[in-house]
């Protein structure tokens, strides 16, 4: 079974940017559809962006063409590269391979505020 470390997080400025990335280990990397979801405070936890392993992405609508997935195989790490950043996008941000009903890893906050 594949599992997540994510970093990157942070404070930043409405309009700002953040690379989040998350590193695999446990299991071969590239054979996994990997996805980042976030959590807000009092709300569900939501699929933000995935990537399949021959590199298809899809994007909530929220996010689209501010967010950007990406993979790089040989490190086993997925990113998720955030533009135009604002304040409904702060939450904690989790990486896991989709559908994957185990265990949530420790995630990255994101604070976007002015």
């Known amino acids: 079974q594949v599992q997540f470390v994510e970093s990157g997080g942070g404070l930043v400025q409405p309009g700002g940017s953040l690379k989040l990335s998350c590193t695999a280990s446990?299991?071969?990397?590239?054979?996994?559809?990997v996805g980042w979801y976030r959590q807000a405070p009092g709300k569900q936890r939501e699929l933000v962006a995935g990537i399949r392993s021959g590199g298809f992405t899809n994007y909530a609508d929220s996010v689209k063409g501010r967010f950007t997935i990406s993979r790089d195989n040989a490190k086993a790490t997925a990113y998720l590269q955030m533009n135009s950043l604002k304040a409904e996008d702060t939450a904690i941000y989790y990486c896991?391979?989709?559908?994957?009903?185990?265990?949530w890893g420790q995630g990255t906050q994101v604070t976007v505020s002015s």
């Open positions: 446990g299991s071969t990397f590239s054979n996994y559809a």
């Open positions: 896991k391979a989709l559908g994957d009903s185990g265990p």
